[in-house]
Every structure is written in structure tokens, then in C-alpha cells.
Nanobody, 124 residues
Framework: QVQLVESGGGLVQAGGSLRLSCAAS????????MGWFRQTPGKEREIVTA????????YYADSVKGRFTISRDNAKNTVYLQMNSLKPEDTAVYYC?????????????????WGQGTHVTVSS
């Protein structure tokens, strides 16, 4: 069982930056693939970015390439999402997710564990 807790959300102006963190419980974090998803009202949850257990492989949605960076610190049981050049369309609830597996996972149904979400609002 893994518990995930996101933090770092908030209100930021367009063009600004935020760093989200997702802290995981347990001693096997380094064996988990991790992902960040986002969701807005009335829309399906969508992949933002994902990272393999080692951090050696990553995936980015086209909409965030060049602006967002995912990273992980297995010693701290934490995965990060650095968001730069934020746009109003990035406004959403951001969720981190985990599954104990190799590789990079991009579908919500691939993941077993989810955090409670953190709100990000980008004003124009």
C-alpha cells in the first residue's frame, strides 16, 4: 500500500512558475513508476507527465513539453513537477499516481494509487 500526498499548488499569474511535490509513504518508492495527471470540471483526467522508477525514462504531453519537468528523489520518496511558463489553460487539479512496475505509464487506468490532488490556478 502506498499513500501519496501532493503539495505546492496555488494561484499564479500567467508566465509564472510552480513546483508541485508528491510525497509517498513506504520503503519501496524506488520500485514505483510515477505520473502526474490533471483534471478540470467536466473533462477526463489527462496525463501531464510520467517517470520510470529509476528516473531514466520520462514522458510529457505535447501541451507541456518544454515547460514542465518531472523529477524524482528516491531517497526522499518524492516526485516533483516543475511547471514554468504557466498558461491559464494549465489551470486544473493536479494528481500524482503510482504503480509498482518498470517502464513509463501514461493512462490513468495503468495506476494503482492516487493522491488527493492539489489545485493549480493560473490567472491571465
Amino acid at each position: 500500500q502506498v499513500q501519496l500526498v501532493e503539495s505546492g499548488g496555488g494561484l499564479v499569474q500567467a508566465g509564472g512558475s510552480l513546483r508541485l511535490s508528491c510525497a509517498a509513504s513506504g520503503r519501496t518508492f524506488s520500485t514505483y513508476a510515477m505520473g502526474w495527471f490533471r483534471q478540470t470540471p467536466g473533462k477526463e483526467r489527462e496525463i501531464v507527465t510520467a517517470i520510470s522508477w529509476s528516473g531514466g525514462s520520462t514522458y510529457y504531453a505535447d501541451s507541456v513539453k518544454g515547460r514542465f519537468t518531472i523529477s524524482r528523489d528516491n531517497a526522499k520518496n518524492t516526485v516533483y513537477l516543475q511547471m514554468n511558463s504557466l498558461k491559464p489553460e494549465d489551470t486544473a487539479v493536479y494528481y500524482c499516481a503510482a504503480r509498482r512496475t518498470l517502464g513509463v505509464l501514461t493512462q490513468p487506468t495503468d495506476y494503482d494509487y492516487w493522491g488527493q490532488g492539489t489545485h493549480v490556478t493560473v490567472s491571465s
